[in-house]
C-alpha cells in the first residue's frame, strides 16, 4: 500500500524530466521510510540517483532552533526569585497609589503579563516588504498542466531548493520581490504551469527589552513581531517608566519612537514598528505626570508629553461626565515654597480650558447637586418609591393611583404621612393623610394637593407582614428588603428628629407621644387638627380592648413664674373619637388610653376522672373548687375523694425549678466525690455511682404541682377552708383503688392488693425486703391524699407495725449517710421527697 501510494505522486512527474529536486520533501520523507529494497525498486523504475534523492531530503529539511538552554521541569530559584521581585513591584505601587488617593498611573495594566516568548498568529496577512531570512518557509502552489505543493524553507545560506532549478538565493528580498521571481522561473521553466506564493512558518528572532521593563532581557519573537509584541513578550512596563516615549534603536542607532497614549487613547498604531534581529526597545524613565479625579471616565495619574492644559488632560482622561459641574474645577498643586495650594478653574469658559497643569497637579472634578426641586418623593412600603416630577396641581392619586398595583401587599392602606418643607423658613410640617380614601376618591377633601418637595411616607401593618411570615409556602414570593423597617417608629424617627432641631421657645416642638392599648403605640408628629381622634388615627387606631369611658392627657406647662409643671386632664375617650371633644393636643403632651380591667380574661379549671360531668370549665373571679364541682354534677359513686389529685400551675413551675437547682447541686456534688475518690479504689466508685443514679432519677422526674386538699371534706364539710380557684387548675379524682404501692429501694418495686391488718414491714416483706442501699430508719409513707406519715416517728405506735390505707405509697430511700456528704444528705431528701409525691400522684390514680 505505501509503495502505491508514493507511486501515484512520482507518475505525475512523468511528463517532466524526474529529478530529485522535482520530489517533494513529504514525498522524499515518504520515500526513506520504506524498506531499502522497496527504495532501490522505485528509483531504478523512474531513474532516479537514490543518493541524490536522499542527499536532497536532507538539503530540504528546514534548520531547527538550536536550544541552548535546558528546560527545567519544575520551580527555580530564579522563577521564586521573580515572583518575590513582582511581589515587591506590586507593594510598592499600591503605596504609590494610595499616596495619590487611590489614582493609578494610566495604561500600564494592559502589557502587564508574565514573561514568555511570543509568537504572534501567522494567518494574518503579510506585508509586501517583509524581508525574507533563513528560517522562513514559502507554500508554492503550482496548477495548470501539472498541479504540485510545495514547502521549501530558506536554509541557512538563505537559499531554497526549487524542483528543477536548483537552489535560488531568496534571503535579504522582501517577500513581493521573492514571490515575482519564483513565478518568472516557473513561467520559464514549466509551459502551462503557474504559480501561487504565501509565507508558511515564519522565523522567530532575538529583541532585547532594557530600561524600565518589568523583566527586561532578550526575547525570542517571531519576524512579524512590533514593539508592543516585545511588551507583551516582557511583562510589560514598570510605573516608572514612560508611555509616552519608547525608544526603538538598531545598530546603537534611534529608529523610531512610540508613543503608547497613542494607541491607548486613539487606537493610532502607525508608529508600531516591526522589530528586525537584534533590534533593541529601551524604556526610559517616566516623565512628568498630573492626577484627575472625580466626574471624569478614566480617573487616573497621565504622564504629560506636549499636554499642559486642563482641556488636554480631561481629554486624555475621557471627557467629562453628565453629572459633572464644571464650573468650579478644583487643582492641588505644590507652589515655589513647596507648600500645597488650592486653585480652581471654570472649565465653562475658555480661559478655564487654558488653564496650566504642572507637574503633580491633582485635579478634582466636583460632581452637580442633588436634584433641588421640581419633585415629590415617595419612602416605605410602595412598589416603586424614588422620585417623581412634580406639577402645580398634582394630587397624592396623581401618583398612587391603585392601591394594589402601586402599594405593597405589605402596606397600611388607611393611613399616610406627607412631610412638607415650608421654602421660606426652611422648616417641616407633617399631614396625616387617609390614603384609601384619598386613591378611592380623586379630587376629594380627602386627595391632598402635593407641593413641590413634599414626601409621602407609607407605611408597614404589622399585622399583615406577621401573617405573611406565618405562610411559608409563600416566603420566597416575600422580598428581600424587611418590611419591618418600613415601621412608623423608623419611617419617623428623621421627622422627628428635624421637628425638634427646629423647635424655638416661640414655636414648641410639635411632637406627642401615645401609650396604651393602640395598635402602634409610641411618639408621632403633632396633628395639624390638634384633634385626639387624629392622633389615635396615626397611632393606628384603638384595640378592642380599649376603655372608651376615660383617657388622661398629660400636658407640660409652665406657671406665671416660669416654673414647668404636669397638668392631668380627663378625656371622654368615646366623645372625643366622635369628633365632640373640645380638647386641642398641645406641643409634648402624653396620652395615655386605658385599658378595659380584666378584658378577655378567663380562667379555667379541668376535672377529670370521677366526676359526674367532667371537663374545663370556666369559673368566675372569687368561685370556690366546691362551687365548681356543684356545677359539674358532684362526684360519682366510685369516686375516692381521699386519693383526688389537686395540681396548681403555679406550684408545678415552683417545683420545677428547685427541680432544677437540685440537678445542679447534685453535678457538683457529683464532681467533688469523683475528685476526692481518686486513688482511693472501688469504695469511692460506689458512692459515684449511687450519685449519678440519684441524678438520673432527678432528671427524669417531672414536676407535678400537687396542693394536699381534703376533697371529701370540701365538698361535705361546710366548716371546711374554701379553696379559692386560679387559672390552670387541675382535680382528679380515681376511683376507689386496691392496692398499696412500695416504692424505693427495694429488691421488687412493684403495687400490692390492699389487704386489712398487713403494716409497713409486711408490705415492705413482700417486695423482697430492702436493698444494702436502703435506709431502714428513714421509710415513710405518702398518703392517698398526698400527706406524708413517717412510721417511726408516729405518737401513736412505737414500731412500723402501722396498717395502711388503701391507695398509700411506702418509700423506701436511700442511705444516703454512706456517701458522708451533709450536703449531699439534704440535695438527695429533697429530691426523694418530690419524686415521693410525683409517683403517689401517678400511682394511685
Known amino acids: 500500500m505505501k509503495l502505491k501510494n508514493l507511486l501515484l505522486p512520482l507518475a505525475m512527474l512523468l511528463p517532466m524530466p524526474v529529478t530529485a529536486q522535482s520530489i517533494s520533501q513529504s514525498q522524499i520523507e515518504q520515500f526513506q521510510s520504506l524498506p531499502r529494497a522497496q527504495q532501490e525498486a522505485l528509483a531504478s523504475q523512474y531513474g532516479l ?8 531530503g536532507q538539503r530540504n529539511q528546514r534548520p531547527q532552533d538550536v536550544q541552548v538552554v535546558e528546560p527545567v521541569a519544575s520551580i527555580t530559584d530564579e522563577d521564586r526569585e521573580q515572583a518575590r521581585r513582582e511581589k515587591e513591584e506590586d507593594k510598592k505601587e499600591q503605596e504609590a497609589a494610595d499616596k495619590n488617593g487611590g489614582l493609578k498611573p494610566f495604561g500600564y495594566d494592559l502589557f502587564r503579563g508574565s514573561p514568555t516568548t511570543f509568537a504572534p498568529v501567522t494567518e494574518i496577512p503579510v506585508p509586501s516588504e517583509y524581508t525574507l531570512g533563513p528560517g522562513d518557509v514559502l507554500r508554492i502552489q503550482l496548477w495548470g498542466k501539472e498541479n504540485q505543493s510545495l514547502d521549501l524553507p530558506i536554509s541557512r545560506d538563505g537559499t531554497i531548493s526549487f524542483p528543477q532549478s536548483g537552489p535560488m538565493s531568496l534571503a535579504g528580498l522582501s517577500f513581493d520581490e521573492a514571490r515575482q521571481q519564483i513565478r518568472k522561473q516557473v513561467s520559464e521553466q514549466y509551459i502551462g504551469v503557474q504559480a501561487s506564493v504565501s509565507l508558511g512558518e515564519l522565523r522567530s528572532m532575538r529583541v532585547f527589552v532594557l530600561g524600565e521593563a518589568r523583566n527586561p532581557g532578550s526575547y525570542s519573537v517571531s519576524s512579524l513581531s512590533t514593539i508592543t509584541n516585545a511588551l507583551y513578550v516582557s511583562g510589560g512596563i514598570k510605573q516608572t517608566g514612560s508611555l509616552r516615549n519608547l525608544q526603538h534603536k538598531r545598530d546603537g542607532k534611534l529608529v523610531g519612537t512610540l508613543d503608547l497614549y497613542e494607541l491607548l487613547l486613539q487606537g493610532d498604531s502607525s508608529n508600531d514598528n516591526r522589530l528586525q534581529p537584534g533590534d533593541v526597545i529601551f524604556i526610559p524613565s517616566v516623565g512628568k505626570r498630573a492626577g484627575i479625579e472625580g466626574e471624569v471616565h478614566r480617573p487616573a495619574l497621565y504622564e504629560l508629553k506636549n499636554e499642559n492644559t486642563l482641556a488636554d488632560l480631561v481629554g486624555m482622561a475621557g471627557g467629562l461626565t453628565s453629572q459633572a459641574y464644571p464650573q468650579r474645577i478644583n487643582i492641588e498643586r505644590t ?8 486653585a480652581e478653574a471654570d472649565y465653562t469658559a475658555a480661559k478655564g480650558k487654558k488653564a496650566r497643569i504642572q507637574a503633580g497637579d491633582r485635579v ?17 412600603a410602595a412598589t416603586r418609591p424614588g422620585r417623581f416630577a412634580w406639577m402645580p396641581g398634582m394630587r397624592v392619586s396623581s401618583i398612587i393611583g391603585n392601591i394594589d398595583a402601586d402599594l405593597m401587599s405589605s402596606a397600611d392602606k388607611r393611613y399616610a404621612a406627607i412631610v412638607r418643607t415650608d421654602k421660606s423658613t426652611d422648616t417641616i410640617s407633617v399631614l396625616n393623610l387617609r390614603l384609601r380614601k384619598a386613591i378611592q376618591n380623586p379630587g376629594s377633601e380627602f386627595d391632598f394637593q402635593l407641593e413641590e418637595k413634599d414626601k409621602l411616607l407609607i407605611f408597614s401593618d404589622a399585622g399583615k407582614v406577621e ?5 411559608p409556602e409563600k416566603s420566597d414570593e416575600i422580598e428581600d428588603e424587611d418590611r419591618r423597617e418600613f415601621t412608623r417608629e423608623r419611617l419617623f424617627e428623621p421627622v ?3 421637628l425638634k432641631s427646629q423647635a424655638t421657645p416661640s414655636s414648641p416642638q410639635r411632637t406627642i407621644q401615645i401609650t396604651g392599648p393602640v395598635r402602634y403605640p409610641g411618639e408621632y408628629p403633632l396633628p395639624a387638627s390638634r384633634q385626639l381622634a387624629d392622633a389615635v388615627f396615626v397611632a393606628g387606631g384603638l384595640k378592642d380592648s380599649a376603655s372608651l369611658f376615660n383617657a388622661e392627657v398629660a400636658r407640660y406647662t409652665t406657671d406665671d413664674d416660669g416654673i414647668g409643671k404636669t397638668r392631668i386632664l380627663n378625656v371622654n375617650l368615646a366623645d372625643a373619637m366622635d369628633g365632640n371633644g373640645t380638647l386641642a393636643l398641645q406641643s409634648r403632651d402624653r396620652i395615655l388610653i386605658k385599658s378595659i380591667p380584666e378584658f378577655a380574661k378567663t380562667s379555667t379549671i379541668e376535672l377529670k376522672g370521677e366526676v359526674r360531668y367532667p371537663g374545663e370549665y370556666t369559673f368566675r373571679d372569687g368561685e370556690t373548687l366546691k362551687q365548681v364541682i356543684e356545677r359539674a354534677g358532684g362526684l360519682t359513686d366510685n369516686a375516692f375523694p381521699r386519693g383526688a389529685v389537686f395540681t396548681r400551675a403555679k406550684l408545678r413551675q415552683l417545683e420545677a425549678q428547685r427541680l432544677r437547682e437540685a440537678e445542679e447541686r447534685l453535678q457538683g456534688d457529683l464532681l467533688g466525690v469523683q475528685l476526692e475518690g481518686d486513688g482511693l479504689g472501688g469504695e469511692s466508685a460506689d458512692r459515684a455511682q449511687q450519685v449519678e443514679e440519684l441524678l438520673e432519677d432527678v432528671q427524669s422526674s417531672r414536676p407535678v404541682g400537687r396542693m394536699v386538699v381534703d376533697l371529701e371534706a370540701v365538698v361535705n364539710d361546710e366548716g371546711y377552708q374554701a379553696i379559692r380557684l386560679q387559672d390552670g387548675d387541675t382535680l382528679t379524682v380515681p376511683t376507689i383503688p386496691q392496692s398499696v404501692t412500695v416504692f424505693g429501694e427495694v429488691q421488687f418495686p412493684t403495687s400490692h392488693l390492699h389487704q386489712a391488718g398487713l403494716t409497713v414491714d409486711d408490705y415492705l416483706d413482700r417486695s423482697g425486703g430492702p436493698t444494702r442501699q436502703a435506709d431502714e430508719s428513714r421509710v415513710y409513707v405518702v398518703r392517698a391524699d398526698g400527706s406524708v406519715m413517717l412510721p417511726e416517728k408516729s405518737r401513736w405506735f412505737g414500731s412500723r407495725s402501722q396498717q395502711l390505707e388503701p391507695g398509700d405509697t411506702i418509700i423506701m430511700p436511700i442511705d444516703v449517710d454512706r456517701l458522708n456528704q451533709l450536703e449531699l444528705w439534704s440535695n438527695v431528701s429533697q429530691i426523694v421527697y418530690q419524686m415521693a409525691l410525683g409517683a403517689a400522684a401517678v400511682g394511685n390514680l
Not at 507652589?335 to 488650592?342: K, M, P, S, V
Not at 478634582?364 to 416605605?380: H, K, L, M, R, W
Not at 401573617?467 to 405562610?471: G, T
Open 49 to 56: 540517483d537514490l543518493d541524490d534523492i536522499q542527499s536532497s
Open 496 to 498: 422627628l428628629r428635624r
Open 364 to 380: 478634582n472634578i466636583p460632581s452637580i447637586s442633588d436634584i433641588t426641586g421640581q419633585y415629590v418623593e415617595i419612602a416605605g
Open 467 to 471: 401573617r405573611e411570615e406565618e405562610l
Open 335 to 342: 507652589n515655589e515654597d513647596f507648600l500645597r495650594i488650592i
